[in-house]
């Protein structure tokens, strides 16, 4: 009883998380919604027993990608004027719900339907210890690569971001100076 009632609660941050992430305007509320969002989801494998899962989500998702998301929403600083005017959005996600729920409901129903039985999985299977030596001694290459294609991706886009920012600050100083000559 007391799990069920923990799933509940976890599964209503998730897509109460959810739903607020696409919902909201402002990035910077967006980003805090994915982060709940994320850290339900966590909360959702620690329930199920799944440590290695629990802890990746939490170091990965909540630990890297919002603190780095959150790092360039704030470095960025986005104004109202540049953000895409979207009159139609709820009408939108509406549309795409009622598109999407009768195939969720056909899914949901097949996988019910499905009788599946499942062997037990061997002692050991699936422990962090398992997990980091099959992570780190066979997947340590693509590993760092992702790593590394992530940070250049969060670089560009601040260098991207900064550039926009640098040339209206260039402009207004050349503006300032002609009409400090213009003045004299």
């Known amino acids: ?9 976890l599964a209503l941050f998730l897509v109460g998380g959810s739903v607020a992430m696409i919902s909201f305007k402002e990035t910077i509320y967006s980003a805090f919604s994915f982060l709940v969002a994320m850290l339900a989801l966590a909360g959702m494998f620690a329930l199920l027993g799944n440590s290695f899962l629990f802890l990746a989500q939490i170091m990965v998702s909540v630990g890297a990608v919002v603190v780095l998301t959150l790092m360039v929403i704030l470095t960025i600083n986005a104004q109202d004027e540049n953000h895409p005017q979207e009159p139609y959005k709820f009408r939108w996600i509406l549309f795409t719900t009622v598109l999407v729920t009768p195939i969720a409901v056909l899914i949901y129903k097949a996988l019910v339907t499905l009788h599946l039985h499942f062997e037990k999985t061997k002692e050991g299977y699936g422990s962090l210890k398992a997990m980091g030596e099959t992570l780190f001694a066979s ?4 590993f760092e690569a992702i790593s590394v294609l992530l940070l250049a991706a969060m670089v560009g886009a601040i260098a991207i971001g900064r550039k926009e ?7 207004y100083f050349d503006n300032y100076d002609k009409k400090k000559e213009d003045a004299s």
């Open 139 to 142: 997947w340590v290459l693509p």
């Open 165 to 171: 920012s640098y040339f209206k600050k260039q402009e």
């Open 1 to 9: 009883m007391l799990e069920n009632s923990i799933f509940g609660m």
